[in-house]
T-cell receptor, first 116, second 115 residues
Framework: NAGVTQTPKFQVLKTGQSMTLQCAQD?????MYWYRQDPGMGLRLIYY???????DKGEVPNGYNVSRLNKREFSLRLESAAPSQTSVYFC???????????????FGSGTRLTVV | AQKITQTQPGMFVQEKEAVTLDCTYD???????LFWYKQPSSGEMIFLIY??????QNATEGRYSLNFQKARKSANLVISASQLGDSAMYFC????????????FGSGTKLNVKP
């Protein structure tokens, strides 16, 4: 099925460990995003990639890095995990900068990350 | 800067009744889009309904309608004839034309439908 695939779905890390969250879309979308979801705070943008080869910081980028590996894949890396990064992480994509305003995101199913 | 406000952290509604979930927004853009997403307990984000800032008619999608009041900058979601399966988190979101397709999300409303 076409869509956005995130891996892993669940992960437990110890403080200081590193890991990479993977995201891939097969809809030929230009723009991809990483959000984190915390209780009572909705979804907050971590990083985004408007097009292949570009990445930019969002609202809460500290402690994260991203790589737009190709048009399909956008990964999020935690270099040294902290308990404050315990959250649910969503990857999303959209057709592109010129997409009509009625185009919404396509979301991945989320990654539930716990840092102990 | 854009901002979305959902003032109802949680709501209860009786099955088969209608319910309104509030959303206000703040933007200096003239052209923008407003969205509602549903997040059931399974965690996925499901698109429900869209309203464009220049649309004169309120958007409707089945049992969902969007009460759009542009002057008041509000975009409330109305769910008619609530069903048990409507129990979920609901997020209001906005996107503008000049910000690389970034969406801004509200903090969400947890809706519980009682049998």
């Amino acid at each position: 099925n076409a869509g956005v695939t995130q891996t892993p779905k669940f992960q437990v890390l110890k403080t200081g460990q590193s890991m990479t969250l993977q995201c891939a879309q097969d809809m030929n979308h230009n723009s991809m995003y990483w959000y984190r979801q915390d209780p009572g705070m909705g979804l907050r943008l971590i990083y985004y990639s408007a097009s292949e080869g570009t990445t930019d910081k969002g609202e809460v980028p500290n402690g994260y890095n991203v790589s737009r590996l190709n048009k399909r894949e956008f990964s999020l890396r935690l270099e040294s995990a902290a308990p404050s990064q315990t959250s649910v992480y969503f990857c999303a994509s959209i057709a592109g900068q010129g997409a009509h305003l009625d185009f919404g995101y396509t979301f991945g199913s989320g990654t539930r990350l716990t840092v102990v | 800067a854009q901002k979305i406000t959902q003032t109802q952290p949680g709501m209860f509604v009786q099955e088969k009744e209608a319910v309104t979930l509030d959303c206000t927004y703040d933007t200096s853009d003239q052209s923008y889009g407003l969205f509602w997403y549903k997040q059931p307990s399974s965690g996925e984000m499901i698109f429900l309904i869209y309203q464009g800032s220049y649309d004169e008619q309120n958007a409707t999608e089945g049992r969902y309608s969007l009460n759009f009041q542009k002057a008041r900058k509000s975009a409330n979601l109305v769910i008619s004839a609530s069903q048990l399966g409507d129990s979920a988190m609901y997020f209001c979101a906005m996107r503008g034309p000049y910000n690389f397709n970034k969406f801004y999300f509200g903090s969400g409303t947890k809706l519980n439908v009682k049998p």
